[in-house]
């Protein structure tokens, strides 16, 4: 099916079409999602089919609050906390899974926990309100590729794999959402995202720890290659040659490349962030040789900026 605005009757012909077991591409306020009812075992199959993704990797499950959230993960005080801070918005919580949830094992790899989050974008509000269902939403792009900032994305990655692709213009973060691990005694980090770090200790009063190797095969986004485009990445360049295309970010920028788009003229890390993936995008189609990318600060939502083009330029 093409893309269709997201009009309330789209949005309610997308949610019978997740009764019936099939898959939705719908935006969030981090980047476009790839939706399958979470209850649903043969849905969720298709989800991974579409994206050919590894049934190793989690996916996040949607849901409207916390409340629900409750129903399939065991919510502590730390949970509690996150989610009066952040929901709905773009954190993750991952939490020990209730062996009566329901949701369908693929959904969590086999694992015993389950990463849930609370989106604030209003198309997924309201498709989550119509379906009334909870909704396993991964990125909606093909695995370890450019994650998808506009309907047009989903439409080049995925084709007419899902059976509709709801248009809410861009999304306004432009990066997937932190993930935290709220199982063990502290809470860890296990993905940087659109809330910093700085800000979740803020609210917890104490630092994050670093994820074990355990936690982080409980989180989505932990691929050591991910987010990649077909063009070699180069990163921390300071200069650029003539055959490259060049991701800037600041004023201070080096003239001579095939092409160039720049994050932030400004250095906000902010606008950045919405304008990573697209960029990525755009300066893959360049024809260059290798995208050399400036340095950006690895403070605030740099350190997430930051860990996606790591994983876009480890070729594997």
Known sequence: MPIVPATPDAIRRAAQALAGGEIVAFPTETVYGLAANALDARAVAKV?????????????????????????????????????????????????????CGIADLVSAGLNTIALRAPAHPVAQALLAKAALPLAGPSANRS??????AAAHVEAELGDRPAMILDGGPSPFGIESTVVSVVGAEPALLRPGAVSREAIERVLGAPLIAAKAAERAASPGQLPAHYAPMTPLRLDARVVRADEALLAFGG?????ARATVNLSQSGNLEEAASKLFAALRELDQAGAAAIAVMPIPATGLGEAINDRLRRAANRG
């Open 48 to 100: 991974f089919a579409a994206k050919e993704r590894p049934r190793f990797n989690p996916l996040i499950v949607h849901v409207h609050g916390l409340a629900e959230a409750g129903e399939y993960g065991l919510v502590n005080e730390a949970a509690r906390k996150l989610a009066a801070a952040f929901w709905p918005g773009p954190l993750t919580l991952v939490m020990k899974r209730r062996s009566t």
């Open 144 to 149: 370890g590729r450019i994650s998808p900032t």
């Open 252 to 256: 201070d920028v080096p003239a001579g």
